[in-house]
């Protein structure tokens, strides 16, 4: 930002620069030269000083040279023609005795970045490269980079790669490291710096001379090399063991991500180095840095996703500090969690239960969403502390609690009961929209578990006038025909209340419909509403696949010690969701011409059995679809080819139009990607199969379990399925 | 690899910004991101941002924001570490970091960054090699006296003990010694211990970790090595038995990598060749198995005037420490009912001090200095608006202690002796402080 009166600031330092009584004085010409890069620095444009600036270059001072140099790299792009008088003294600088002058003045030179001054650099790196002082030599291969880069598309000039290359075995470790660095940015275009076996090598035998700034960034550059034989890995995994030792966490976390990318195929191996990486990680969790423990727990997380247990034996180092920042307490109450067994659960709980009534609310609902997450597995002790926090009938705990309460019975049906015991009174707490849909659903789904339901809606419709969400009033409108459906007596008046209201003075046009819809579809009889609102209440299938899987260790070992980790879950799921529109609308365009293809095709592998034919509207319930999976062996498993990009829920709807059904899936973008489907014959056989799908290996596997002896109708359903997603593929070419 | 490099004050003033890779960003890049860190509450800015495409990670210290762009394949751990060690850097050559500092020193600093990185590599950052190159003098802010030498302790604290360190004798910068020839030659030794502690309501250890750490800070160019004696009871893991007293027990601990362990497994002796500024020898962790008695106890109880709407709170806050120690800055932070408005106090003593934060919902009960083995209590009222429930008196969070004891450490680790080894003696100062700290020792309620 200019600041006000600039001008004036700068005409005066332009004064005192060429003052010659001020530039006989040595620190008070270096104390203006100080207010002019300070004015830099703040953003004035003092770019007008230059010509007096290159003055002040020719000193013997190497303070004020190098705040005149630290100048003129700001501005030189903008005053080429000036900055070409400042040359001279500085390829005067690069013979200069003093290899710290020597160097200043290469690396200014090479930092100037503007036109033309490719030609006036190119000797004095050369002869930098050779120079007896390392400082010198650092700073010409960092040069040499920087030419590079000022050349733009350039071609490569083969002899500075190759005279870097050699520098490979310089004996200073700076250069060495450097000479990656430079060779890695020149290079960029053929894929960066080559990693061969003898340059893999020497840097391995190099690494302990570098500081933990190199070692960090050659354990990066070594992830390029792939050794030969299973001797070479272990060779070099035997060298790279002392660097797991480090007191540096980031070389121990390089170590540890080369360990386990070459040790890609001995699970036993990673597995061991995860073991190791414990003691320091948890140190680091644990470090006074607070972005360092950030970090950490970051990779935490990641490490749990392969082994979900590997840190509860310390789940006490993740319970939460008082002073801790909300973005480390968030981490901590995630990750403890995954922690959870029989031994900690007790403590794990108390723990979160004092976080639920922090002050603040964000925290607060954080920690009762972790217990509900544990309710999964341990819902008898959860509910009950839950609905001991209903009783400080605060607001945002109790909306929390509702919302946690309403995903918990429709993942453990088991907890309805107790759960509908404590609803009575949260309607006059509970304020925030989420947790009065949350509230609302309950009561229109259980109602007849809740003594004073009716009373409960009637309260929410006396006060329909003051509401403002239409989604508040939408859920009341089909929990109300819901509740009516179990209560009628006592609901009817409130109900044909409601009705009036949202068709007579409601604004909104969604609730306005939906209240229309519910009118003529009461107007049609009892029966009809029945069938309308038959939708199940409860969903305990998708708990078992929201189970979190054990996902091997590859899959995360490439974002490992990256910055991907700490964007957490929703950098990562971002599933291409304009594609997979295209796709499914795609597919069922296609689907009518589609369809007689695939009876001819199954009419064509029914030659000589009766008709295949699978029935329509089958319905099956998730239990006893858990129960048949359970008992049932695998009979086949098929292994087809998948198209990166293809979205899966396109095949579930082809499937459909086939009568094979869904049951349960994972949702679009998660990894791997997992759906039950299911399907009957009219002869009674019960056909259950599994699809996962990883993007990574790019391949379907599809398993099937049948509940039938019948090999014949087994052969064609499988066929079935095989060209269904033959035709998937074909379509979304 | 980094492109660009700023530390902002915390009000938004770029103090300090370096382009690696020409003026590619415009001036509106570090605008915009410290309203995008600003824009959320100071403890919940995240470490990552993304701004105009680039990746930015930041530190804080001491209120200022080091923040850096990188590319997202690179290691984080590497660059927070760069930045913290940027912080340290800054502390070591003018001998404090702070708003101020950093614009008196700017020159210092850029002449830093010059040297640290090239083209957004980092080369060295070594206070020992970079002394070398560094030429322009730090600027204090004030003149460092020794006259102030025996009436400050540590921290702080005013100690009867007459040879105490002064607080700002190691805030001072490193290379003033070039100089001012003839200075002292001093080492300091510090150990420093982090307790992080959670009490049941009963007083029962819910939690307790402590993260230690020892600290040299050397004033000595060219120092011959040193040699360490730790306890000799000091021992690592849960297995190791060592001397016959009560033993110095840690789970784990690391050296830096410069110490020569050759005498520690069996005399417990670390030696270092000690580089000017400051190095962190030894960190240890200890996790839930304290053999020292905890240094407080709090008791509290809540009660509500039947007849007004005011919550009566008693305090009791018992130091456990030996009569020798005291703690000092003791702060306890204790939660009140939403609603709360007015506060009424009576203590012990006018040096203590209660005051309401409404902000953070909460009373502060302040008490500068409390002496091992004594007690204190307080009647704090608190004004509350609304109906006092007794759940609503239950469900506040726990209470927190913050405090600092000099001389004093809580795993029982002690330094016996600190010895240079040279043929003839250099007139020289060595100190070694201890402090153990904490500012989350939490106590729940109800």
Known sequence: MPYLGSEDVVNDLKRALSNPHIQADRLRYRNVIHKVIRHMTQGVDVSSLFMEMVKASATVDIVQKKLVYLYMCTYAAHKPDLALLAINTLCKDCSDPNPMVRGLALRSMCNLRMPGIQEYIQQPILRGLRDKASYVRRVAVLGCAKINALQGDLEVDAAVVNELYSLLRDPDPIVLVNCLRALEEILKGEGGVVINKPIAHHLLNRMAELDHWGQSEVLTFLLRYKPRTEEEVFDILNILDSFLKSTHISVVMGATKLFLVLAKEFTDVQRDVLARLKVPLLAACTSESREMCFAALCHVREILRSFPGHFSSHYKKFFCSYNDPHYIKQQKMDILCELVNDDNVLNVLEELRVCCTDVSVQLAQTAIFAIGRIARTYSEKCVKILAGLLEFKQEHITSAVIQTFRDLVWLCPHCTSSVCLVLPGCDEIIQDNEGKQALIWLIGAHGELVPNAPYIVENFVDNIKTETSSLVKMELLTALVRLFLSRPAECQDTLGRLLYYCIEDETNMAVRDRGLFYYRVLFSGIEEVKKVLSSPTSDPSLGFLMDRTEQPINTWVSSFNTLAPLFGKKHCETPGTNTSQLNISCAVDHLLSVEPVLAMDSADLQDNSETFTLIRNVVITPELFEKKWITEDVICRLNTDWKEGVLPDTLQAFLQKMNIYTIAKSRAGTQPWKSYIYAQDDKENLFLAELIQDTDTSSLLMSVKASTGDEEALRIFISLLKSAVADILDLSR | MISQLFI?????????????????????????????????????????????????????????????????????????????????????????????????????????????????????????????????????????????????????????????????????????????????????????????????????????????????????????????????????????VRGYGSAVRVDSCQFHESIKLDEFENCRILKVLPPQGELKIMQYQISDSLTTTLPFHLFSSLERDAASSRLRIYLKLRCDLSPKSQAINVRVQLPVPKGSSGLSQELSSPDQSAEFLPSAQSVIWNVPRICGGSQLSALLKVDVSGCLSVPSLMDLPPLNLSFQIPSFTSSGLQIRFLRLRGERPVPTHTWVRYLTQSDSYSVRLG
Do not use: W
Not at chain 2, 17 to 30: A, E, L
Not at chain 2, 160 to 189: D, T, W
């Open chain 2, 8 to 240: 902002l004050s915390s009000k938004g003033d770029l103090l300090i910004n370096k382009n690696f890779r020409g003026p590619s960003s415009r001036p509106s890049v570090t605008d915009g991101l410290y309203l995008k860190l600003s824009s959320l509450p100071a403890d919940q800015a995240p470490v990552v941002t993304e701004y105009d495409g680039c990746h930015f990670i930041h530190t804080r210290h001491r209120g200022l924001y080091f923040v850096t762009s990188i590319s997202d394949s690179d290691s984080p751990f590497m660059y927070i570490d760069l930045l913290n060690r940027l912080a340290s850097l800054i502390q070591d050559y003018c001998g404090d970091l702070s708003e101020a500092v950093v614009s008196l020193n700017f020159a210092l600093i850029y002449e830093l960054l010059d040297e640290v990185l090239d083209y957004g590599y980092v080369q060295t950052t070594s206070t020992e090699m970079l002394k070398n190159f560094i030429q322009s003098d730090p600027v204090v802010s004030k003149p460092f006296s020794l006259l102030d030498l025996s009436t400050v302790g540590l921290f702080g604290a005013e100690t009867q003990q007459s040879k105490v360190a002064p607080s700002s004798a190691s805030c001072r910068p490193v290379l003033s010694s070039r100089h001012q020839q003839g200075e002292h030659n001093e080492i300091f030794l510090d150990v420093i211990e982090r307790m992080t502690v959670a009490l049941g309501s009963n007083g029962s250890l819910l939690k307790a970790d402590v993260q230690g750490e020892l600290r040299l800070k050397t004033y000595f160019p060219n120092c011959p090595e040193l040699r360490i004696g730790v306890s000799e009871e000091f021992c690592v893991g849960s297995s190791e």
